[in-house]
């Protein structure tokens, strides 16, 4: 019994939360890899994003993304799905992004969402250029 | 050239005709059986006990139409019983042993609690997968146990409550040889038997298969040779002329290489069943030799020394009764052509074919061996003198069958523990009560009925017929259905979506179904990826109209698991309008193969029965002397059936071809003692003097013959496949109580009421 619950509309936001995070937006434009599930997020043009996974070909998410101060939304929809959610991000001195949800809805319906920071990196994978991660959960830094 | 004159009998006719083209007849056959034997190459097996149930079977429609929606592999199932482990080192050892049977080629998947992942709190969105048993992390103990709590809806199958019994799934690549397969997995088990820790266990449906098939292969290589050379021993304890016993032995082996390379050409499989007919043939077949070579050796003690004159003399006495065996026994397994069991039917059809190949090599070649054989014949018991002991026996005999008070009380005695025993009789359509009671499945079966709920599957298959699966206000309703089927005594325990529904609502909103769950869930198609989406798959379909429910059942006897289908699809239909329902599985294909046994032996032996009255009534051109004929082996089958009951020994699909044997093989000594006293009647001016010469001339013959063709069938007895065993007991007790009976009960009818106006037998008796 297998689940993979990565959520791709939510690395869309995380991805799109990187692209936002660090300006100009030419800086972050390309491809960055988001925590151990192995989640790749791809920025495309000023505010699109794809994400895609590592380890399953069959996950394949398009979204966009808006940007106000140190938050950010992000929206991935598919069929008749929504998934909307917001981020307080942090950008890192060795170029990483540090993020937190502050909300998540699906379909409009709030949900509960993870309280910890969560990490993203440059990569590319086609070059097979995939960076490691820490464990994010032993990430236990408090809210800030 | 031998000259025939127009007056001469048919059978000197045939006989005359078969001597004088014996080396064509020889070439001919040689031919045939090197074909046949060619075509035995082609002969598909198959055991797997489902593949005999019917095909246009209600039940059997549904359980395919669930198939064809949720497709369930062939899988495999793995139990390891632990005394005295740790949690970590029981799992452990599971881990490890799943990835020895991983690596295996043609295993797809093996599911186990090391390889369980279930939504944890964490991750992107506060709710991420993990393993059951992390990989990550070193979990305490109490700590794996707070998941294994956690998670029990999704790991029930997997562990016991008391952690005893951890058990492993694994699935089985179709596309591939599937005995190839189930032997590297049968190999790899018996190495961890070897070393394990514990007791470890194998079944499944893929197994009982393989089992049976190695069980079909044992007897096979051991049995059909010592039938042989027992059926031999005998043959030539009789006989003293080796070439008899060849001929006797060869006629039925061309036989059986003619019957199986008829079964080369058509697509019907070879079964435990059919493996049978070897052993089943080779008894009949030597049976007319017995009578051949003993009759022209009776006939050449009483002075018939021509060899010529000799052998039709045989023929002429002996071509009706052996035509009439033949034909009765053709009758008794042809009788099974119209039962919907397929492994009865085709050991019905090549039994009844290989009957008549027997019937025409017997009557082609037989001939020729004698006609070959220029010695003198032996001179046998009866034509020597009898023994004291013998000689008392046959008084006591006398004394019984003249004596109306004696086989009264035996009448009454048969009838009387036949009507008790009958109504015990169990009719059992499992196919894991075929096993031995100590063997591996079975114990399997009982160790995952102890510790893991039960072993057998039941499904509810719910599609709504409206919308999609999709609102909490639907999943609460499947919830209620659920908890209603979880309600019976049968059940043990239920799988279904609704854990796994359970999980996320509770970690995305914190009631059991919430709409936002179910919208993450099932209208997420793609976005959450394959693995997830596989799982998915097994519950719930693409278009997320229809899920499965699966029932974990205790294993009960008698039909309950049809009534508890029935009870669940009415109930359902009732109460909850929206859904079609359909509830199948194998448990209930069982049940419904039980009635499909019932109704085998019904119409089989209705059929045998009224197909060999029609027969005796038609060659012994009597209704009257027909209806005498048929009484001993009537009375024979209840007590069959009656030693059965008291035993314990259920019908199933192999031992459902017990009675017609019986009634097959049985009416043979019915026929012979009654076509001899036909003759006898002749020679002695009253019935009880014709009744004393049939008895003393027939009598031997046929005890002798039931010895021969009984010993025959009870090699059977040892094999290891339980079925098997009870199949060569029951067909041994039926032909020594259908001898016995015949030369009990037919003088009393023939003293009693005569045989009416001269049948056709009599006549031929006079020329």
């Known amino acids: ?144 | 050239m031998y000259f025939t004159s127009p007056m001469t009998h048919p059978v000197d006719r045939i006989i005359n005709a078969i001597i004088r083209h014996r080396r064509t007849i020889l070439l001919v056959t040689a031919l045939l059986t090197a074909c046949a034997g060619y075509s035995l190459t082609n002969i598909r097996v198959n055991n797997d006990p489902t593949s005999s149930l019917p095909a246009g079977l209600k039940e059997k429609i549904d359980y395919d139409n669930l198939q064809r929606v949720f497709s369930s592999p062939r899988t495999v199932l793995f139990i390891a019983l632990f005394d005295s482990m740790t949690l970590t080192s029981k799992i452990d050892s599971m881990v490890s042993w799943g990835k020895r049977f991983d690596s295996l080629d043609g295993i797809d998947n093996v599911v186990h609690i090391g390889t369980v992942q279930v939504p944890v709190e964490g991750g992107f969105l506060g709710l991420s997968s993990d393993y059951v048993v992390s990989r990550t992390k070193k979990l305490s103990t109490e700590e794996l146990r707070g998941r294994l709590r956690d998670s029990r809806a999704l790991t029930g199958m997997l562990i016991s409550d008391d952690e005893s019994a951890l058990s492993m799934i694994m699935d089985v690549d179709e596309s591939m040889n599937q005995v190839t397969v189930i032997s590297r997995v049968d190999s790899l088990y018996r190495e961890i038997a070897r070393t394990a820790p514990g007791r470890v266990y194998i079944t499944g449906a893929v197994m009982y298969a393989f089992f049976i098939d190695a069980a079909m292969k044992r007897d096979f290589a051991l049995l059909l040779p010592l039938c042989l050379l027992i059926v031999s021993v005998l043959l030539y304890a009789v006989f003293r002329r080796l070439m008899h016993v060849i001929a006797a032995l060869a006629v039925t082996a061309v036989a059986l290489v003619w019957t199986f390379g008829v079964m080369g050409f058509t697509p019907m499989e070879f079964s435990v069943v059919t493996s049978i007919i070897p052993i089943i043939l080779f008894p009949i077949g030597v049976a007319t030799a017995i009578h051949v070579f003993r009759t022209h050796a009776r006939l050449y003690a009483e002075g018939n020394h021509d060899r010529r004159g000799g052998i039709q003399a045989t023929f002429r006495e002996l071509m009706n009764p052996i035509f009439l065996s033949a034909i009765t026994t053709f009758a008794g397994f042809a009788s099974f052509v119209f039962t919907r069991v397929s492994w009865t039917r085709t050991f019905g059809i090549f039994t009844s074919i290989g009957v008549v190949f027997a019937l025409l090599l017997s009557i082609l070649l037989l001939p020729i061996v004698l006609w070959y054989d220029r010695r003198p014949p032996r001179a046998f018991d009866t034509e020597r003198r009898r023994s004291g002991t013998a000689e008392k026996i046959f008084s006591a005999y006398r004394r019984f069958i003249f004596n109306p008070a004696l086989w009264i009380a035996a009448i009454a005695a048969v009838l009387l523990i036949g009507i008790i025993g009958f109504v015990r009789v169990r009719v059992e359509g499992n196919p894991i009560a075929m096993f031995p009671s100590g063997s591996n499945i079975r114990r399997s079966d009982a160790i995952i009925e102890k510790y893991l709920g039960g072993t057998r599957f039941l499904f509810i298959l719910l599609t709504h017929k409206n919308q999609p699966l999709n609102t909490a206000a639907q999943w609460e309703q499947v919830q209620r259905i659920i908890d209603y089927a979880d309600s019976n005594a049968m059940v043990g325990g239920v799988m279904s979506l609704l854990p796994l529904i359970n999980k996320v609502s509770t970690a995305l909103s914190g009631v059991p179904v919430s709409e936002a769950a179910l919208t993450m869930l099932l209208k997420s198609q793609g976005l959450l990826g394959k693995k997830f989406e596989s799982y998915l798959r097994a519950w719930i379909t693409p278009d997320r109209r229809s899920t499965k429910i699966a029932l974990i059942c205790k294993n009960v006897t008698g039909t309950h698991f049809l009534e508890l289908s029935r009870s669940l699809t009415r109930h359902i239909s009732r109460h909850f309008p929206d859904f079609d329902v359909l509830v199948a599985g194998p448990p209930v294909l069982n049940d419904v193969m039980t009635y499909v046994l019932i109704e085998t032996q019904a119409s089989s032996l209705a059929f045998a029965f009224i197909f060999v009255f029609c027969i005796l009534c038609l060659l012994f051109r009597s209704i009257k002397v027909g209806s005498f004929a048929i009484v001993p082996i009537i009375l024979s089958t209840l007590t069959v059936y009656a030693l059965m009951g008291f035993t314990g020994v259920a019908i199933n699909a192999v031992t459902v071809i017990i009675v017609n044997t019986c009634v097959g093989i049985g009416i043979d000594y019915s026929i012979h003692f009654t076509a001899g006293y036909l003759i006898y009647r002749k020679k002695f001016r009253d019935r009880t003097a014709a009744l004393v010469e049939t008895a003393r001339i027939k009598g031997t013959v046929i005890l002798f013959n039931t010895f021969v063709v009984g010993i025959g069938f009870l090699v059977l007895a040892l094999s290891t496949f339980p079925p098997i065993r009870d199949l060569g007991i029951f067909v041994f007790v039926s032909m020594a109580t259908s001898s016995v009976f015949a030369l009990l009960f037919l003088p009393i009818l023939f003293k009693l009421f005569g045989t009416g106006k001269t049948p056709a037998l009599m006549e031929q008796a006079k020329e």
């Open chain 1, 1 to 144: 019994m297998r689940m993979h619950i990565p959520a791709l509309g939510f690395a869309a936001c995380l991805a799109a939360l990187s692209a936002s995070a660090v300006a100009p937006h030419s800086l972050f434009s390309g491809t960055w890899c988001v925590g151990r599930e192995g989640l790749v997020i791809t920025f495309i043009g000023k505010d699109s994003i794809r994400v895609t996974s590592l380890t399953d070909e069959s996950i394949d998410g398009r979204g966009t993304y808006t940007k106000k101060g140190e938050t950010l939304t992000a929206t991935v929809a598919k069929d008749s799905l929504t998934l909307k959610m917001g981020y307080r991000y942090q950008v890192r001195p060795d170029s990483t992004v540090r993020a937190k949800i502050t909300f998540f809805t699906i379909n409009g319906d709030s949900v509960n969402h993870p309280r910890r920071w969560l990490r993203m990196k440059r990569c590319d994978p086609a070059r097979g250029v995939i960076p490691q991660f820490d464990d994010e959960e032993n990430e236990k830094e408090s809210d800030e």
